[in-house]
């Protein structure tokens, strides 16, 4: 519609039984075609009265809306200097009037943060020139930040629930906001291993909270058990594997906000890997730390959802990331591995790495999943039978700013085949102690490098029972590596070993009395069993009882002495590591090889021994050598009245040389008092000679 036409009509004044009213003159065709609009009959009052101040609010961090009661008057309104917040904000960098004339946009020179504010006004005119004194406006700004790397993590992992230490049987994880932001959480998105995305629900996140996700049937259930909230997603983003999965926090774009690749065995309570009880994160701090960061929820009932984890300590990071391997996945690739993981844009920098032989690096790119594996690519391959070393500069660290040490250095080749023996069975944890895990050690005592993939730890005993070695790890000559399905249990039972030759396992089933462990290699078609030892509980020492044996690793004595020889084994000793094995070491009960041997058939390196189990001449130590095949012999202990107290062989074949040992136990069983002893040796030849020797030697007592 057009206006028509539009009059001022003052010849009569208003005043009491004044009326007005419209006079319309028509055809019948325009009887419904008049509108009035906007009509007002009132009299002319002055405005006096300034703008008041109604209300203001924060659109985002940088801009707030103050809305007044009328029309504001254009150049007032758009003066910052009429405008002020508090909180150390201060005046606006610009005002604008809107189009609808009563509110005021102000554009901030200083960001708002999260918190309360008050909005302060003064000399704002209407447009009758009213000017408004001092107002006031409260408000409320809330600021929703983008979530970067670490700033949310997957803080715990319910994967087993059952049976329950008193939580529900649902499968849960835990989310903490470790940042300082306000995160809304249907921006996120968590997934398993082999699962899709699935997006979180709406809702605002807020710094310091914890958040526990199960699946939506099961929310009800998991709330009654915490005060803290919990939120319900689709089923497929809680299915947790039991025995370890990968899961990963990500944003809408797939970066990654928090990855964590959980197994099992990082139960640091043996007891609880079971079910029942959760996986909690330690230090929040340490976002990149990775499984030494992980331990069983130490308190009833079984876990901690949306509170603050039962194993919590803040202690700071102070421990070194250490290089530990390097690993050729080929001739021109090789993965590097460190103790824990490293800052990442360090780790990319390829001028960080140093190779001798000098090789010329292409890329250096950290693995998705764990921030402790560095790929190099090599623009120059390695070539085969050379050792190279790899070094790390100082300007690689942990999250805490720890630098890799520059002496630092792993050693890596192709690797070889072995020969029989290369590598030998040189200890065997096969009874622990309650709630204790098994072990096995193999000894390098080649000059050769061996990648572990292809070997088997296998039991030959009543059929073959085999366990391929997982770990891209290489085995260096003079090396001792420990394999164990419990690796976190073996590192801190044993003081001053090598946590990182403890490579984590499967294991073939091993009996706690007797049976068998072999090294198996096998590629291309071609095998070789490389080590097969025969253990038995009966191979201790012998003034253990059965009940002290338990927890007692059996140690080789002489690492060049056949592997099945029974004096070949015995007893460890608990003086190196604080138990009764050496796992990574130097066998507590070796034989220290260079002690010459004389002309007589029979002879006693050291005459002597102590048998206290304290790691030093434990055991009598006796070697023959003999000058043809075909002798057996009668060797026994005589005490310094001549009586007979201990039968070693009984007219048992000998070879042409070995050794056996005596523990320093009696016939009876019970242990040898200090003084002179004899070894009386009886040798029968094959042709019916007879050799005897007598050999003196103590038993002494050390305090």
């Known amino acids: 519609m057009q206006p028509q036409c539009s009059v001022v009509d003052a010849t009569f004044g208003g005043g009491a039984n004044r009326w007005f009213g419209f006079q319309c003159v028509y055809s019948i065709s325009n009887i419904s075609k008049f509108y009035f609009d906007d009509v007002s009959?009132?009299?002319?009052?002055?405005?006096?009265?300034?703008?008041?101040?109604?209300?203001?609010?924060?659109?985002?961090?940088?801009?707030?809306?103050?809305?007044?009661?009328?029309?504001?008057?254009?150049?007032?309104?758009?003066?910052?200097?009429?405008?002020?917040?508090?909180a150390g904000v201060g005046a606006p960098a610009s005002a604008v009037l809107l189009s609808d004339r009563r509110s005021v946009q102000l554009n901030l020179q200083t960001p708002l943060a999260t918190g309360n504010y008050s909005l302060q006004t003064n000399g704002v005119q209407d447009l009758a020139g009213n000017e408004s004194l001092v107002q006031t406006a409260d408000f409320q700004f809330l600021k929703i930040d983008a979530a970067e790397e670490?700033?949310?993590?997957?803080?715990?992992?319910?994967?087993?629930?059952?049976?329950?230490?008193?939580?529900?049987?649902v499968e849960w994880l835990e989310l903490y906001n470790r940042s300082g932001k306000t995160i809304e959480l249907s921006t996120?998105?968590?997934?398993?291993?082999?699962?899709?995305?699935?997006?979180?629900?709406?809702?605002?996140?807020?710094?310091?909270?914890?958040?526990?996700?199960?699946?939506?049937?099961?929310?009800?259930?998991?709330?009654?058990?915490?005060?803290?909230?919990?939120?319900?997603?689709?089923?497929?983003?809680?299915?947790?594997?039991?025995?370890?999965?990968?899961?990963t926090l990500s944003d809408q774009s797939g970066k990654v906000i928090d990855r964590v690749s959980y197994s099992v065995d990082w139960h640091t309570d043996l007891s609880k890997d079971d079910g029942g009880w959760s996986l909690?994160?330690?230090?929040?701090?340490?976002?990149?730390?990775?499984?030494?960061?992980?331990?069983?929820?130490?308190?009833?009932?079984?876990?901690?959802?949306?509170?603050?984890?039962?194993?919590?300590?803040?202690?700071?990071?102070?421990?070194?990331?250490?290089?530990?391997?390097?690993?050729?996945?080929?001739?021109?690739?090789?993965?590097?591995?460190?103790?824990?993981?490293?800052?990442?844009?360090?780790?990319?920098?390829?001028?960080?790495?140093?190779?001798?032989?000098?090789?010329?690096?292409?890329?250096?790119?950290?693995l998705p999943d764990d921030r402790a594996i560095v790929r190099l690519i090599l623009n120059e391959p390695i070539q085969p039978a050379t050792v190279y070393a790899i070094t790390v500069t100082s300007s690689l660290t942990d999250c805490a700013g720890n630098a890799v040490p520059a002496t630092d250095t792993a050693f890596t080749g192709l690797?070889?085949?072995?020969?029989?023996?290369?590598?030998?069975?040189?200890?065997?944890m096969f009874n622990p102690a309650t709630g204790n895990g098994r072990y096995v050690e193999f000894y390098n005592r080649s000059s050769k490098i061996f990648n572990w993939p292809d070997f088997?730890?296998?039991?030959?005993?009543?059929?073959?029972?085999?366990?391929?070695?997982?770990?891209?790890?290489?085995?260096?000559?003079?090396?001792?590596?420990?394999?164990?399905?419990?690796?976190f249990n073996i590192r801190s039972t044993f003081a001053n070993i090598h946590p990182e030759n403890v490579l984590e396992n499967d294991l073939p089933s091993i009996d706690d009395s007797e049976g068998n462990i072999a090294l198996y290699w096998s590629k291309n078609g071609q095998s070789v069993v490389v080590d097969s030892f025969n253990y038995a509980a009966d191979l201790h020492n012998a003034l253990l009882s059965s009940g002290d044996r338990e927890g007692v690793a059996l140690e080789r004595i002489d690492v060049e002495a056949p592997t099945n020889?029974?004096?070949?084994?015995?007893?460890?000793?608990?003086?190196?590591?604080?138990?009764?094995?050496?796992?990574?070491?130097?066998?507590?009960?070796?034989?220290?090889?260079?002690?010459?041997?004389?002309?007589?058939?029979?002879?006693?390196?050291?005459?002597?021994?102590?048998?206290?189990?304290?790691?030093?001449?434990?055991?009598?130590?006796?070697?023959?050598?003999?000058?043809?095949?075909?002798?057996?012999?009668?060797?026994?202990?005589?005490?310094?009245?001549?009586?007979?107290?201990?039968?070693?062989?009984?007219?048992?074949?000998?070879?042409?040389?070995?050794?056996?040992?005596?523990?320093?136990?009696?016939?009876?069983?019970?242990?040898?008092?200090?003084?002179?002893?004899?070894?009386?040796?009886?040798?029968?030849?094959?042709?019916?000679?007879?050799?005897?020797?007598?050999?003196?030697?103590?038993?002494?007592?050390?305090?």
């Not at 059929?463 to 001792?480: D, E, H, I, W």
């Open 41 to 86: 009959v009132a009299p002319d009052v002055p405005d006096t009265q300034p703008p008041a101040l109604l209300s203001a609010s924060a659109g985002d961090a940088t801009t707030v809306t103050a809305v007044f009661d009328e029309f504001l008057d254009s150049l007032s309104a758009v003066d910052p200097a009429h405008f002020s917040i508090d």
């Open 188 to 247: 996120l998105r968590i997934q398993d291993g082999t699962g899709a995305p699935v997006a979180l629900p709406a809702l605002l996140f807020p710094p310091g909270a914890y958040l526990a996700l199960t699946a939506i049937a099961n929310q009800d259930m998991l709330q009654q058990a915490t005060s803290g909230p919990v939120a319900g997603v689709p089923i497929s983003a809680t299915i947790l594997n039991n025995d370890g999965d990968l899961l």
């Open 456 to 487: 088997y730890i296998a039991n030959f005993s009543g059929g073959t029972n085999l366990a391929q070695v997982t770990s891209k790890r290489l085995f260096l000559p003079g090396k001792y590596h420990v394999f164990t399905e419990f690796p």
């Open 280 to 366: 909690e994160r330690v230090n929040p701090g340490l976002p990149c730390l990775g499984r030494p960061n992980w331990k069983s929820c130490p308190l009833l009932p079984g876990g901690t959802p949306a509170a603050k984890n039962a194993a919590f300590q803040n202690t700071p990071d102070t421990t070194l990331p250490r290089l530990l391997s390097a690993f050729p996945e080929s001739s021109s690739s090789l993965l590097l591995t460190f103790t824990e993981g490293v800052e990442k844009n360090a780790a990319q920098n390829v001028s960080a790495y140093q190779l001798e032989p000098p090789r010329s690096i292409t890329s250096a790119i950290q």
């Open 150 to 169: 670490f700033d949310i993590l997957i803080n715990e992992i319910m994967a087993d629930p059952n049976p329950s230490a008193g939580l529900p049987d």
């Open 565 to 703: 020889l029974a004096f070949n084994w015995t007893s460890a000793s608990s003086l190196v590591t604080g138990a009764p094995g050496t796992p990574t070491l130097p066998n507590s009960q070796r034989q220290i090889a260079g002690a010459p041997l004389s002309d007589d058939l029979i002879t006693l390196p050291v005459g002597r021994l102590s048998p206290d189990d304290d790691g030093y001449e434990d055991y009598l130590d006796i070697r023959y050598s003999l000058p043809d095949e075909g002798f057996s012999a009668v060797f026994t202990i005589f005490d310094s009245d001549g009586i007979p107290v201990k039968k070693l062989l009984r007219q048992e074949l000998l070879g042409t040389e070995g050794a056996l040992r005596w523990d320093g136990d009696l016939g009876d069983g019970t242990r040898a008092k200090p003084g002179i002893y004899i070894l009386f040796a009886e040798l029968f030849g094959p042709t019916g000679d007879t050799r005897r020797e007598k050999k003196a030697f103590a038993v002494v007592r050390r305090w």
């Open 415 to 428: 690797p070889e085949k072995p020969d029989l023996q290369d590598i030998v069975v040189n200890e065997i």
